[in-house]
């Protein structure tokens, strides 16, 4: 059934988006020269998917290799793994949570509105140097989380080495950015009766935010964060492919040798803390928001 002559065809702008992203997607398929053909592995790939892929239901609880003599066993060096991967993630998203949550505030428009610094407030090169603050505050947001984590791995190692600083810098500096991105988003989408309820009541600017606005976007920022740092846990245990002591460092090995339940064991063993992370977030949301 066509539409009624004079209005517009019902795509509407996500349709339209759709629409417009086809022609760019099958330039970029044959820009890269991909064919179906190639998407199916070769013979020696197969055997090696299916060895993996068949290991799934057998994960180790031993090594499958020959070991020194005094060498941890093998769930004993699980759980070192775990424990310094989890380590890691919570020093790196330390650091994010504080630096992300002071720029969230300093990005947000909600924060320079409510609680208005006087220089923020006042005309002239007050508001000019207002102007300032957030564009630099949302220019240096916008830098830290365009760097890829692995990108800024590349860079710490060859200033620090093998040294923990590297993991914990490498994750910290774009989980600020995010973090502070979706915290100034979540500031200025909050419900703001409670703030013009205390503003009309003639509360300081600082107590109409601190206590109007900051506490409706609470729930949703820890939930985040939460998220956040469930991501920080897996890329501390990335990490260890560039040989920091993490779960990815004894992946790695195990997977080039071959070992394939050893693998599934360690993949098993990052999804159980994700889970237990997942729940926790959510105990702890439903707390806030009671």
């Not at 919570?90 to 300093?106: D, E, I, K, R």
């Not at 409510?114 to 603050?133: D, E, F, N």
Request: proline residues 6%.
């Amino acid at each position: 059934m066509n539409p009624p002559e004079g209005r517009p065809f019902p795509v509407g702008r996500r349709g339209l988006l759709l629409l417009l992203a086809l022609p760019l997607a099958a330039a970029s398929v044959w820009a890269l020269d991909l064919s179906l053909a190639q998407l199916w592995p070769h013979a020696g790939g197969r055997r090696l998917a299916l060895e993996f892929f068949q290991a799934a239901v057998q994960p180790a609880f031993d090594y499958q290799h020959p070991v020194p003599s005094g060498t941890p066993a093998f769930l004993s060096r699980l759980g070192q793994a775990i424990y310094r991967t989890v380590l890691f993630a919570a020093a790196a998203m330390s650091v994010a949570l504080v630096a992300g949550f002071f720029l969230g505030l300093l990005a947000s428009q909600s924060w320079w509105r409510t609680s208005g610094h006087a220089l923020g407030r006042r005309r002239g090169w007050g508001k000019v140097w207002r102007g300032i603050c957030f564009a630099a505050v949302r220019l240096l947001i916008a830098l830290l989380r365009s760097i890829h984590e692995l990108l800024w791995a590349v860079i710490f190692l060859a200033a620090f080495g093998l040294h923990p600083a590297t993991a914990i810098l490498a994750i910290a500096l774009p989980y600020t950015g995010t973090l502070a991105k979706i915290f100034s988003e979540m500031l200025d989408e909050a419900p703001t009766g409670s703030a013009a309820a205390l503003q009309a009541l003639g509360a300081p600017p600082a107590w109409v935010f601190g206590f109007g606005l900051l506490p409706r976007a609470l729930p949703d920022m820890a939930a985040y964060a939460f998220y956040r740092f469930e991501c920080a846990i897996r890329s501390a245990a990335v990490m260890g492919f560039f040989g920091i002591p993490t779960l990815g460092m004894y992946l790695k090995a195990s997977f080039d040798n071959l070992h394939f339940r050893e693998v599934w064991t360690y993949l098993y063993a990052l999804f159980l803390v994700v889970v237990l992370l997942e729940v926790w977030s959510w105990k702890l949301r439903r707390a806030l928001v009671a």
